[in-house]
């Protein structure tokens, strides 16, 4: 029960990373807060969950409406009293628009680094007024290795990402002397629905070809290191950007290509 009576809130958290962290932290103890646009879908699983023992509650919170940013924070502080931990792990992209550098729209461009930047920066903002006055706190935000790697698409999603790795020390750095730490989890690629509908099989192989483990991430291994940030065990961590994507970048550009011929052999 490392999360013992923790009052937790996770963004975009009713399929994927975010419900899998909803679950992990529950099961550690923690009062969860899903913050969903469905509210309807979230009021649903978090019924669910508390049959099976959990305290598990819903908040509203659509990404297009920025104040949902502020009123979700609002909300769960006026119920509880408090926040301990923020998990900020909405992020959006469309493989249809965000392409490379000479191919993607200045607009779409900038829709989507709007989109996930304002949401870290909105939601962390509110919170951190709430957590200096209660003794302090942990953000702890969902980036991606996309934010370390240049990739041949997604060009605005990778800004984004690349941005919020920044603004997570950023927080860590402004924000400790209200011990409020501030860390991010950057998942690889994850066997999760959004990876299933939108990348073809033919990718994903192809992926895996430059993941040392072999195979993709699942959402409650990211839930892991998720927990590790939320719990007191991380106490003195902050700032600090984890990966957890099998091996994925750590090798030789042409780790895929030698492996190959090494099996081979």
Avoid: W
Wanted: aromatic share 6%; glycine share 8%; with cysteine.
């Amino acid at each position: 029960m490392r999360l013992k009576n923790k009052i937790i809130l996770i963004t975009a958290s009713t399929r994927g990373i975010g419900l899998a962290c909803v679950k992990a932290c529950a099961k550690e103890g923690a009062v969860c807060y899903m913050a969903a646009r469905n509210i309807d879908a979230a009021d649903r699983i978090a019924n669910e969950l508390n049959q099976q023992g959990y305290q598990v509650k819903s908040v509203y919170n659509d990404a297009s409406k920025p104040e949902s940013f502020l009123t979700m924070i609002e909300d769960v502080v006026q119920a509880e009293g408090r926040l301990d931990v923020l998990v900020n792990n909405f992020g959006t992209s469309d493989p249809r628009k965000d392409l490379d550098f000479l191919h993607t729209e200045i607009s779409d461009y900038l829709n989507i680094v709007t989109l996930n930047l304002r949401s870290v920066y909105m939601a962390s903002q509110a919170a951190v007024k709430h957590m200096a006055a209660h003794g302090g706190g942990s953000i702890i935000n969902i980036s991606s290795v996309g934010g370390l790697v240049p990739d041949i698409s997604q060009v605005a999603y990778g800004t984004s990402k690349a941005a919020i790795n920044y603004l997570t020390k950023l927080i860590a750095v402004h924000e400790a002397s209200h011990n409020i730490r501030c860390n991010a989890v950057l998942p690889g690629m994850t066997a999760t629905e959004a990876v299933e509908n939108n990348l073809s099989e033919e990718f994903r192989n192809l992926f895996l070809r430059h993941i040392p483990l072999k195979r993709m991430g699942l959402p409650e291994e990211i839930a892991a290191a998720v927990v590790h940030f939320a719990s007191d065990e991380s106490a003195y961590t902050t700032g600090q950007i984890l990966t957890v994507s099998g091996g994925f970048g750590l090798a030789t550009p042409v780790y895929g290509d030698l492996a190959d011929k090494m099996q081979r052999r």
